[in-house]
């Protein structure tokens, strides 16, 4: 039968329908259903006068133990219990939890920002789970003098059904002893297609977690080992101290609108495994520079290009906040890695404790002499014919 039958046409149709709304259903990329906590509960915050049966109740969550909403200002044991973003955020208490149920599309990579600050434990860490990928992030460490930190971490989705879960595996004398959550985001990660005339996968770093417009302190990358579940993808952070994800709105980005700062000398390494050709000779450039967050000179790389490792120092240029770098080496092996940690351990100069450090960016790893080898060799080189034919 050449026509189609109106039945099938309606299969079809529904069908059609079906798979457009799991795309709809699916999580959109930005803040979880009240992921900033400022949605009131039924009787309003507890801070604008509302009875303490509804203190506990936080709209689009499922709590387990002790989580209480806290707001901005309020304290404890005389110290004031910090909130990353707006007027609300919520604590967990010891082994207390808060989940969301979200819609993923199954075998996707999500990343999942958040942003955590500590109260009164000495050993906080907070666990973040999507059955059965989890990882523990560890909250001893401030890297802003603001009291919290932004941090972010990636998954396989192997369910479409999700539940994303955030416990606080703490054990303190005192049970409200905990830290305190704002600001949960997810978004799907892309990998992005690698350029044919550069060995490194998001060697720009445009494709990584998801960043509020508004939030000024960038993302931390804690450790993640396995580089099929970055939040940014091809790169792994392999030191057991995070990196930070900053943006062009916040800070001095060398190239695009996403960067990568490194933090706390050769405690934080990014690396990644480029695929190269045994013998031939290989030339990784990349742009060094300042995030423009006042870090305290001198800012230097430790860059790792095969057998090769070069200290390389940003030499500050009035009309640059970057400079481009290189690294010559051969390759060994099919697969070469590259990894780049801060030669040093600085601090901003305006508060002196936030952690900052040297800027990379824009890495790319070509065949020595290929087309894009002549970048700014070319250059030179046409630049010395030009010189030659004026001395003629
Ligand atoms: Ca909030
Ligand atoms: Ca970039």
Excluded at 154 to 174: I, K, L, R, Y
Excluded at 354 to 363: N, Q, R
Aim: negative net charge; hydrophobic residues 40%.
């Amino acid at each position: 039968m050449a026509s189609t039958s109106p039945t099938t046409k309606s299969f079809r149709l529904f069908c059609l329908i079906v798979s457009h709304l799991a795309v709809i259903l699916a999580a959109e990329d930005g803040l979880l259903i009240n992921g900033d906590f400022e949605t009131a509960p039924t009787g309003g915050f507890a801070d604008d006068g509302a009875t303490s049966d509804s203190r506990d109740a936080v709209p689009s969550w499922k709590l387990t133990g002790t989580v209480e909403l806290v707001a901005s200002g309020q304290k404890q044991g005389g110290m004031i219990l910090i909130v990353p973003e707006g007027k609300h955020a919520v604590r967990l208490g010891n082994d207390a939890q808060i989940s969301q149920d979200v819609k993923l599309e199954k075998g996707e990579i999500y990343s999942i920002t958040f942003s955590a600050s500590r109260t009164c434990a000495q050993l906080e860490s907070l666990n973040v789970s999507v059955s059965p990928a989890s990882q523990t992030i560890d909250l001893q460490t401030l890297y802003s003098v603001q009291g919290w930190d932004t941090y972010a971490w990636a998954f396989q989705a192997e369910e479409e059904d999700a539940n994303v879960v955030f416990t606080n595996p703490g054990m303190e004398d005192d049970p409200t002893c905990g830290p305190i959550i704002d600001d949960i985001a997810i978004k799907k990660l892309f990998v992005p297609t690698k350029p044919k005339d550069n060995a490194v996968l998001n060697g720009d770093f445009e494709e990584g977690p998801w960043m509020f417009r508004n939030a000024s302190l960038g993302v931390l990358l804690p450790t993640n080992l396995d580089e099929e579940t970055s939040s940014l993808p091809g790169w792994i952070v392999e030191s057991n101290r995070a990196v930070r994800y900053i943006d062009s709105y916040h800070f001095s980005v060398p190239g695009g609108k996403r960067a990568l700062e490194l933090l706390s000398g050769k405690e934080g390494i990014i690396s990644q495994m480029v695929t190269t050709t045994p013998n031939k000779p290989y030339t990784m450039s990349f742009s060094l520079g300042h995030a423009g967050d006042t870090c305290k000179q001198p800012l230097a790389v430790m860059a790792f290009a095969g057998d090769q490792a070069e200290n390389i120092h940003y030499t500050p240029n009035a009309n640059s906040t970057f400079q481009t770098a290189n690294v010559n080496f051969t390759a060994k092996a099919e697969r070469t890695r590259v990894a780049f940690y801060s030669v040093y351990y600085n601090t901003r100069s305006d508060d002196m404790s936030s952690l900052c450090g040297p800027v990379v960016d824009d890495i790319r790893v070509v065949v020595s002499g290929g087309v894009r080898g002549l970048n700014l060799s070319g250059l030179r080189f046409g630049f010395m014919i030009l010189i030659i034919m004026f001395m003629v």
